[in-house]
């Protein structure tokens, strides 16, 4: 059974960090790409991130902020994230670069 199960969203306040983890496990995971995407209320799926072995992308609304990063021992992807915006609240989700396999989500708050 594939589950992918994130962790560490948050309430936190303008410029505050934040590193959320995707712990996988049922398929293989250092051979898969992984993705992190977003959700704000009333907003579509917005990608944030790419790993895929050792290279990495981002999005514009998050370069420079947010570093994705990848443990294929623990089977889990991470995504630290930096100077937190309020435009930054969403439900924050990894999937498989395919999109097969989905994490329930963590929402993350940023507000003062």
């Known amino acids: 059974e594939v589950q992918l199960v994130e962790s560490g969203g948050g309430l936190v306040q303008p410029g505050g960090s934040l590193r959320l983890s995707c712990t996988t496990s049922?398929?293989?995971?250092?051979?898969?790409?992984m993705i992190w995407v977003r959700q704000a209320p009333g907003k579509g799926l917005d990608w944030i991130s790419t790993?895929?072995?050792?290279?990495?992308g981002y999005g514009d609304s998050v370069k420079g902020r947010f570093t994705i990063s990848r443990d294929d021992d623990g089977n889990t992807v991470y995504l630290q994230m930096n100077d937190l915006r309020p435009e930054d609240t969403a439900e924050y989700y990894c999937?498989?670069?395919?999109?097969?396999?989905w994490g329930q989500g963590t929402q993350v708050t940023v507000t003062s």
């Open positions: 049922g398929f293989t995971f250092s051979s898969t790409a």
């Open positions: 790993i895929a072995r050792t290279r990495t």
């Open positions: 999937a498989n670069w395919a999109l097969d396999y």
